[in-house]
């Protein structure tokens, strides 16, 4: 039979949705924040150094317009080196407060950036599990580097800009109707054409920018993706596949900044052109008023001069208006993760745990993950100081789900979770997690070296202690092995280590965290007998004295366990040690006798 297969999307990265709300001054407001802690000094040199070129600016053309009239009409020679020296001087002092200027306005941006950039990773290390499941890795990535990046300009460039430009086109205003009030009033009838453009081009281009930016997160979430995935791809040999779906996002971006960079490109080419229908007004109604004697030649000197810098403040001004439009978007997206609460929240009055015994007590646990399905349903469990408990049970069965409430990754839908007595929601989460380790079957190398990454369970360690705790699980002996022992550097993803070695790196990391509760989820990769043995012994070492936790996989690991739970479908079905169970001939010894016959099989 072959079966008429839909053709399915591989990947979807359903959360990255165009985020669309018209432009909000709320929302600027409070970027804007961002800079408060600035306004006592970098902002007002920044400012400073802007009112003073701008009134340069302002007065050169003045001088200029006065020296026409008054020096070279007259023809008075001393009048003129006078005029020529202040205007001289202006410039210079332009040209002075203009690289201030710009260092200042630098340096404020790029600490507002920082300051953001700091935040925003405080803030996503203090979201819950809840949070990381709902988005990828890469689409959380694009916010701390490109939505960021993307304010840059404004935060450097944009904001004092702005007050220049403004101040700017004030002045400039103030000074052509000193000069002409009929000649401005005529030049001024294109600034409702100006108003126009902009509000009309504004919701186009900023929806367009809004979309490069969504195709851009996409590619960088399936980038990440692929890459983690890059060794099950080539196993597949699904490269060809990932690289059409690859080929076909690289083109949605190419496309989507096409648009964009059209739309805005339409903008500049408006402005310049009112500008030429603004300078032809200027020649033609200014010469008349000239020849009728309304206007001196110096008046419309000036007056071209004024109009040359009246456009490019306006365009400059578009310029700032794109890059808002920009970073609205961005903006928007920043704050979307700032606002997002940890779905396991910290009470105010949370207490500190102190040293605790290690008892855990599950009480009508209820707990579903989407509020839909019921991972665990009604569970009733205590786990003893120092004793040795398994979960078993088929995949999908709740055993991880047990884990996470006792972590408090997640919080129980209903019942409580308590540790010593105290339910976890009303204990401080870095004392609760100081006490509970959790061993991953998935060792998390990070990079660096070996003495770090052991380290990394108690960054006060010496390296003494770090030795101790790495020979007490007997990792000492291949560390020593590697070509440069502790300080041999390791990658993210520990590639150099084989799965036994690292995971008796992770049993020194935890060992060397010093934990009252131990939970170790059972890797499931074969390992040599003679690794396993090892294992076996680090595992006696690491869990003596607390209390431990096994999601267990091989059955024949967990026999001298104090319990064993056997769950099913997120409800514990059986309990007892391995001989209570076995001699009741339920769910355990199904287990058990199933996994002998596939060794046997094997
Ligand atoms: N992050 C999640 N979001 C939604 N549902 C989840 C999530 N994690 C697990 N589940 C669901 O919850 C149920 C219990 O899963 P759990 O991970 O606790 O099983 P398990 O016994 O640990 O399985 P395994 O032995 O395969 O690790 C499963 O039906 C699973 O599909």
């Known amino acids: 039979m072959t079966p008429s297969k839909p053709r399915r999307e591989r990947f979807q990265y359903s959360n990255e949705m165009v985020i669309d709300k018209p432009f909000n001054w709320s929302l600027m407001a409070r970027l804007f924040q961002y800079i408060k802690p600035y306004t006592t000094r970098l902002l007002p040199l920044a400012i400073l150094a802007v009112l003073v070129s701008t009134a340069a600016r302002l007065f050169a053309p003045l001088m200029i317009s006065l020296a026409i009239d008054h020096a070279l009409v007259n023809k008075d020679g001393q009048l003129l080196t006078i005029f020529v020296s202040v205007i001289a001087a202006m410039y210079i002092l332009n040209w002075l407060a203009n690289t201030l200027r710009i260092r200042w306005t630098q340096q404020l941006g790029q600490s507002v950036i920082y300051d953001l950039r700091q935040h925003l990773f405080q803030h996503i290390q203090r979201l819950s599990h809840r949070f990381f499941d709902q988005r990828s890795a890469g689409s959380i990535l694009v916010r701390i580097t490109n939505d960021i990046n993307s304010l840059q300009e404004l935060l450097t460039n944009g904001i004092v800009n702005v007050i220049m430009d403004i101040l700017l086109l004030v002045g400039i205003i103030v000074m052509l109707t000193v000069l002409s009030p009929n000649l401005t009033a005529a030049i001024l009838v294109v600034l409702p054409l100006m108003f126009l453009i902009s509000v009309k081009l504004r919701r186009l281009i900023r929806r367009s920018w809004q979309n490069v930016r969504m195709k851009q997160s996409i590619i960088n979430s399936h980038l990440n993706e692929s890459i983690q995935g890059m060794r099950v791809t080539q196993s597949f040999t699904q490269e060809k596949e990932n690289m059409s779906f690859f080929t076909r996002l690289n083109q949605d971006n190419f496309d989507a900044w096409n648009d ?343």
């Open 260 to 602: 964009a960079s059209k739309k805005s490109a339409v903008f500049r080419p408006f402005v310049e052109m009112t500008g030429a229908i603004g300078t032809a007004i200027l020649i033609v109604y200014g010469s008349y008023l000239v020849r009728v004697d309304a206007l001196t030649v110096g008046a419309l000197v000036g007056f071209a001069i004024y109009i040359g810098n009246f456009w490019e403040p306006i365009s400059r001004l578009g310029q700032v208006y794109n890059q808002l439009l920009m970073a609205m978007a961005s903006t928007e997206r920043i704050f979307e993760f700032l606002d997002e609460k940890p779905s396991v929240p910290e009470k105010n009055d949370a207490q500190s745990l102190g040293q605790i015994q290690g008892r855990v007590e599950l009480d009508g646990v209820v707990f579903s993950y989407d509020g839909k399905r019921r991972a665990l349903d009604g569970i009733e469990l205590t786990f003893q100081p120092g004793q040795k408990v398994a979960l078993v049970g088929h995949t999908g069965s709740g055993k991880t789900s047990i884990v996470n409430l006792i972590c408090r990754f997640y919080d129980p839908t209903a019942g409580s979770v308590r540790i010593d007595g105290h339910d976890l929601r009303d204990l401080k989460l870095d004392d609760l997690r100081s006490q509970v380790s959790i061993v991953l079957q998935e060792t998390f190398i990070f990079s660096g070296t070996i003495m770090e990454n052991i380290r990394f369970g108690r960054p006060a360690a010496t390296d003494e202690e770090v030795k101790a705790a790495a020979e007490a699980v007997g990792a000492n002996a291949f560390i020593q092995r590697l070509p440069k022992g502790y300080d041999t550097e390791v990658e993210e993803r520990g590639n150099i280590l084989s799965t036994g070695e690292r995971q008796l790196l992770s049993f020194a990391r935890t060992l060397l965290a010093d934990p009252r509760i131990i939970i170790l989820d059972e890797a499931t990769a074969s390992i040599d007998t003679e690794t396993e043995l090892k294992i076996q012994e680090a595992m006696k070492t690491l869990l003596a004295g607390r209390t431990a936790i096994l999601i267990a996989h091989r059955l024949s690991t967990i026999r001298d366990a104090d319990n064993i739970v056997v769950l099913e479908n997120g409800r514990i079905i059986e309990q007892g040690d391995h001989h209570q169970l076995m001699e009741r001939r339920g769910e355990y010894h199904n287990l058990v006798t199933a996994q002998f016959r596939v060794l046997d099989v094997g």
